[in-house]
């Protein structure tokens, strides 16, 4: 998703009310970055607080053979990093990821050895069709079971852009959410859809709602997505314990233009370039009671940054014993 794609950075269309209206109850950061122009890389400095050059994400060499994941690449997160779930477990906080994962699909890269209590998604995107044969298609699982694959037992129509996944992603947000606060448990939720990421898709009441094809499509459900969230935390009693970051993980792909991209607003090009249409993101902080509504900052923030602020909010220091890269 890129910078220019909300209503609260300037989208003319302004088809996200609900994250317009989290930015006015919330705060806007206008100068926040991912860690690279690519997924992987950007998910692993997320969830590690590093670099990409740190913790194993980025080309050049035998070590790092892992920038972006297809399924065809063999490496993943290094085993002698620490992620975010693994440090909260020490705070007695329950972890889920939904969504893409992109961090490895071998056994040893699985969430579940890396912090993670569940986890509902794919370790990769949506691609496809494949053949099945000399390439299979994605898997998707809950927890340590495959439960099906991409296009075969979870549907995505190329030729119009139909797909239930971003609802389904949905209630499995809410139903996390509605269990932890039952047991009273602290909790950790990755919401990581990819509903943007080409080949886009949105579902069947979303279809042919925006003024931006089906991108805008594809942006609305994940704005009315969000919205549904934040309600529920309300609803729950929760909203005030709980702190919650919208952001994204690469700008705009505009090699996916015009059908399938996005708007990085005023910055130069996108998606796999360190121009800054490609590493500024949208970013968005919400926490009724604790973050004053209506603030802006121009403050240079990083995905890096919400490693250290949330191991911060839970009580916790970040590990010494090597170089962290994000902020509190």
């Not at 934040?230 to 015009?258: E, R, W």
């Not at 249409?277 to 923030?301: D, F, K, N, T, Y």
């Amino acid at each position: 998703m890129g910078w220019g794609d909300l209503g609260a950075f300037g989208e003319p269309s302004k088809e996200t009310p609900n994250l317009d209206q989290m930015a006015s109850e919330g705060m806007l950061f206008l100068d926040f970055y991912a860690a690279s122009p690519l997924c992987s890389p950007s998910r692993a400095a997320l969830l590690t607080g590093r670099l990409p050059v740190r913790n194993g994400f980025y080309t050049t060499n035998a070590h790092a053979r892992n920038a972006y994941t297809p399924q065809d690449v063999v490496g993943g997160i290094p085993a002698s990093e620490l992620l975010l779930p693994e440090l909260l477990k020490k705070a007695g906080y329950i972890n889920k990821i939904i969504g893409k994962w992109h961090l490895g699909h071998r056994p040893q890269f699985h969430p579940l050895k890396h912090g993670f209590d569940e986890w509902f998604g794919s370790p990769n995107c949506h691609f496809g069709p494949f053949d099945n044969r000399a390439l299979p298609n994605i898997p998707v699982y809950r927890d340590w079971e495959m439960i099906g694959r991409y296009y075969e037992d979870f549907k995505i129509d190329h030729k119009t852009g139909e797909a239930n996944l971003t609802q389904i992603y949905l209630q499995e947000a809410l139903d996390f959410i509605s269990k932890q606060q039952g047991s009273q448990q602290p909790f950790f939720l990755y919401w990581a859809i990819d509903a943007t990421h080409a080949p886009v898709y949105a579902s069947k009441q979303f279809l042919g709602t925006s003024q931006r094809g089906l991108y805008g499509d594809a942006v609305r459900e994940i704005d009315d997505s969000v919205g549904k969230i934040l309600k529920h935390l309300q609803k729950l009693g929760i909203s005030k314990n709980t702190f919650v970051f919208f952001t994204s993980d690469n700008g705009a792909a505009l090699i996916s233009a015009p059908k399938q991209g996005g708007s990085n607003g005023r910055f130069l090009c996108g998606k796999q370039t360190t121009f800054e249409g490609g590493m500024r993101e949208p970013a968005i902080a919400w926490w009724p009671g604790h973050i004053p509504a209506g603030g802006v900052s121009h403050q240079l923030g990083s995905v890096m940054d919400l490693f250290t602020t949330s191991l911060s909010l839970a009580g916790l220091q970040p590990p010494g014993d090597r170089q962290i890269d994000g902020i509190d």
